[in-house]
């Protein structure tokens, strides 16, 4: 159980960050990020994109340290159970909404974003009800 939770924490870790740099990289991606929320959240969008990359960097912050690990990849669920639904909303109402997952991308959001964010979430909660702290450079070398 401890090698899903570690591979769960590190493929999260991974996701968090490049999602989080993404959004974050500079002011034009993070306003058209912000923007691309607009169908989905009309008021108060450019909070809820800050907030939302604030909530993937504390993700990837929070799993990278053992002692927070857990803490880190149940978050990360959250956000990623929060994203699933924005998605399937989207989709099941015909909205046209870019994905800006990871930043760069424009192309319309889909049920395959839908099914990696519920995959993802679901890899999430693994990670965040497996084993305990578990360092991710000590893992290979417990057992």
């Known amino acids: 159980m401890a090698y899903l939770a570690v591979a769960a924490r590190a493929a999260l ?3 968090s960050a490049v999602s989080a740099a993404g959004k974050l990289r500079g002011r034009r991606p993070f306003l058209a990020f912000a923007g691309s929320l607009r169908p989905l959240v009309p008021r108060g969008t450019r ?5 939302l990359a604030a909530a993937e960097a504390g993700c990837a912050v ?28 989207a989709v099941a109402t015909g909205r ?37 702290p578990v360092p991710l450079a000590g893992a290979a070398a417990s057992r």
């Open 96 to 132: 046209t909404v870019a994905c800006r997952c990871f930043g760069a991308r424009t192309r319309p959001l889909g049920p395959v974003h839908a099914v990696r964010n519920a995959l993802l979430a679901a890899l999430a909660l693994a990670g965040g009800l497996g084993a305990g």
């Open 13 to 15: 870790l991974l996701v």
């Open 47 to 51: 909070l809820a994109a800050a907030a």
């Open 62 to 89: 929070l799993l990278l340290v053992p002692a927070t690990a857990r803490a880190g990849a149940l978050l990360a669920a959250g956000v990623l159970t929060v994203l699933t639904l924005g998605v399937t909303g």
